[in-house]
């Protein structure tokens, strides 16, 4: 993404900030429509301000559903995203579901998808887990700081620890029910 417009989709959303004479402007498009339009000083602020404004409407959704997803659903959302993934995220899913009770370590999915450490893996998972939560928000945990623990999406934090004190996720069933009945891997 440039200095000057930043894009992506999310689910059934389009953010777009961009450069417009003195300023800048945002847009957060769902289906040809302008759900927001705002404009700011910053690339920055615009780009911040249409994320917020997602995670609010995302998070609206979430707390809205009274149970968790379906497999069915998770297997629909694995496939419409599929394109989006990278061979280590398939790396990942794939080591995960195949694991002992479903539960796995980062360094267990690092050395899986083949990268250098447990905190590629988190990181990679955790944008995994976002990928899935802009198609089927669900209520997440949070941090201190208060932002979502995206990788939540996919797996709980079983509060136990495996080698090197390492925290221990566990594929949320419905997750793994999806996975297999999407037939991406």
């Not at 979502?148 to 934090?157: K, Q």
Request: hydrophobic fraction near 45%.
């Amino acid at each position: 993404m440039s200095e000057e417009m930043k894009t992506i989709k999310a689910g059934p959303y389009t953010l777009v900030a961009r450069s417009i004479h003195a300023g800048y402007r945002g847009v957060l498009w769902s289906d040809g429509e302008k759900v927001v339009d705002i404009s700011k000083d910053t690339l920055h602020e615009v780009w911040s301000t249409l994320c917020d404004a997602l995670y609010e409407r995302q998070i609206s959704v979430a707390a809205a559903r009274l149970d968790e997803p379906t497999a069915a659903e998770i297997a629909k959302v694995f496939v419409r995203i599929a394109h989006q993934f990278t061979a280590g995220h398939k790396a990942m899913l794939k080591a995960h579901l195949n694991a002992s009770d479903r539960s796995i370590t980062a360094t267990q999915l690092a050395k899986a998808a083949g990268y250098a450490n447990y905190s590629a893996a988190n990181l990679q998972y955790g944008l995994l887990g976002a990928m899935l939560f802009a198609e089927m928000p669900i209520d997440l945990p949070t941090r201190k700081d208060g932002s979502r623990l995206m990788t939540c999406t996919i797996a709980l934090d079983e509060d136990a620890y495996g080698p090197e004190d390492e925290w221990i996720w566990k594929m949320r069933p419905y997750v793994a029910e999806g996975l297999l009945a999407s037939g991406i891997l």
